[in-house]
């Protein structure tokens, strides 16, 4: 058993290995790198069951050959033959030839219809719902260090036990994935409290697009990945390798990672002094706020824009993320590698476009260009509002599999501009309350995601059509609109008054803030 002073030795080596290693580089970059790893971890736990579902799930390929003549392909050498209807000549043979290549390829034993797919994809929603608000206060009181680690390990044990709670019954891995999703469901908050603790105002747009949007490149390569290994090792590979990815990192984040620039011992003075000027003029308090002001909170309306914006945002990204390896299959016809390649590319585009927005987003504060307030509302225009009108037309791409996956990739590209708009507005407006705000915000959203998958499974039960997609894509076009137009209205880019609310002072005293509006 070790003792405290062995732990803190053997710690105070790895930091004397550390500076060694990195010497010059600014600590702020290492923490990128560790949270850029941990929203990768978070992301592939998350949606590698969205492919194996694929593999794992047994298909009546004549059912539904006979039942979708809409829209079927499939591939014969280099080329891709498209089977359209009323081409009578040659349909039954081409159906036959399409059923023989799905059963050749996959082998799935679970007996499950759509609905319940549905409800498998949405359980992980169940738990990460739950546990939104308590991840944001865990995280301001005992920092993110401890929670999203702890959220990290046990989440990746729960992967590792996956295929053996599938194998035993479909209601066991829906408690599974609801205990995977309360252990998730503290990650986003308590990185939202290191936003505000450790990164400057002018660098948190570029902070959360290079690096917490990690979660999307996550799955550009996480969806193909898996793909390979259904193909190669069987479906159960794809929650070991993930599962141990994720222990992998945990080795990384508990000896290297500090809640403060204050704690750590590797920062130099200059890059320690710039921090903490910088985030404590952005409304930081550098002493633990136990106490929420719920009531101001709750009638915040710019709390409350974020809210309605994000229940629109997740309820469109979670139709991508749980179900767009269901559409490329089982309308499109792609086979299980080229299906994960090619699902998993529009969030590569997703990736790309937080990028590129969050630096011009940047340039144009910066510069003067834009107040923060217009910058939020222009680029969350085109994170919403763009993915909308770009679904409408996906929804009339028929058979044409290029202009769908096109389309598509378009859609995600426009909406990266998130990045520069909702997911930094919590710092904006509340930076000592960040991950309250945002687990608040994350539960509402995380309603709307567990019913997504679900909705998708009524909707195309037993009728895997192009036109019950088509009803799918609209689905999502009126959420988008309607909430980024409430978002547009309400939304604000300076930190409210409660931010301040009852200040502990280091002699127990408590005061109020003076009554202000902090432009930035």
């Not at 990164?199 to 990945?225: D, H, K, N």
């Not at 998130?418 to 000592?432: E, H, K, R, Y």
């Amino acid at each position: 058993m070790y003792s405290t002073s062995t732990v803190t030795m053997e710690r105070g080596s790895v930091n004397q290995m550390m500076s060694s290693i990195f010497g010059c580089v600014p600590t702020r970059v290492v923490l990128a790198g560790l949270v850029f790893l941990a929203s990768v971890n978070i992301y592939m736990l998350r949606v590698n069951l969205s492919v194996a579902i694929v593999a794992m799930v047994h298909r009546n390929y004549t059912a539904r050959a006979t039942s979708s003549t809409e829209c079927l392909t499939f591939s014969q050498g280099n080329e891709t033959v498209a089977m359209m209807e009323n081409v009578s000549t040659d349909k039954e043979e081409m159906q036959q030839q399409w059923q023989q290549q799905m059963e050749e390829e996959v082998h799935g034993f679970m007996e499950w219809d759509e609905l319940t797919q549905g409800i498998v994809l949405a359980s992980y929603f169940y738990g990460y719902t739950f546990t939104q608000v308590i991840g944001g206060r865990l995280s301001e009181i005992y920092g993110t260090h401890r929670v999203l680690g702890c959220c990290i390990l046990t989440s990746a044990i729960w992967t590792l036990l996956t295929p053996i709670a599938a194998r035993f019954h479909y209601v066991a891995l829906i408690v599974l994935r609801v205990a995977l999703g309360l252990c998730s469901g503290v990650s986003w908050p308590s990185m939202q409290c290191l936003v505000a603790r450790w990164i400057p105002p002018s660098e948190r747009p570029r902070f959360v697009a290079y690096v917490l949007l990690g979660s999307t490149l996550s799955v550009s390569f996480t969806l193909p990945l898996c793909g390979y290994v259904i193909e190669t090792h069987g479906w159960d590979a794809t929650f070991y390798l993930t599962g141990s990815l994720a222990l992998g990192w945990c080795c990384l984040w508990f000896p290297l990672m500090y809640d403060t620039p204050l704690q750590h011992p590797r920062i130099s003075a200059k890059e320690l002094e710039y921090i903490e000027t910088a985030v404590t003029t952005s409304g930081v308090t550098r002493t633990t706020l136990r106490h929420v002001p719920w009531l101001k909170l709750a009638t915040s309306l710019p709390v409350l824009a974020i809210i309605i914006c994000d229940i629109g945002n997740s309820f469109g990204l979670t139709i991508f993320l749980t179900q767009l390896p269901t559409y490329m299959k089982n309308v499109l016809g792609f086979s299980i590698t080229k299906n994960g390649f090619l699902s998993g590319l529009p969030f590569l585009l997703r990736y790309m476009g937080g990028v590129i927005s969050s630096t011009s987003g940047d340039w144009l504060v910066g510069h003067g260009y834009l107040t923060i307030v217009n910058a939020r509302r222009i680029y969350s225009a085109i994170a919403m509002l763009g993915p909308a009108a770009v679904l409408l037309v996906v929804s009339y791409a028929g058979c044409d599999a290029s202009l769908a996956v096109s389309l598509l990739c378009l859609s995600l590209f426009l909406n990266g501009s998130i990045t520069t708009s909702l997911l930094v507005n919590f710092t904006d407006i509340a930076p000592n309350y960040s991950g309250t705000v945002f687990g608040i915000s994350n539960t509402f959203s995380s309603i709307t995601a567990f019913i997504a998958p679900m909705a998708v499974g009524a909707i195309t039960n037993n009728q895997q059509t192009m036109s019950q997609w088509q009803k799918v894509f609209w689905m999502c076009v009126p959420l988008y609109g309607i909430t980024e137009l409430f978002y547009l209205m309400f939304c604000s880019g300076s930190v409210q008054p409660w931010n301040y609310h009852a200040v502990q002072q280091p002699q127990g005293r408590t005061i109020d803030a003076p009554e202000q509006t902090v432009m930035l």
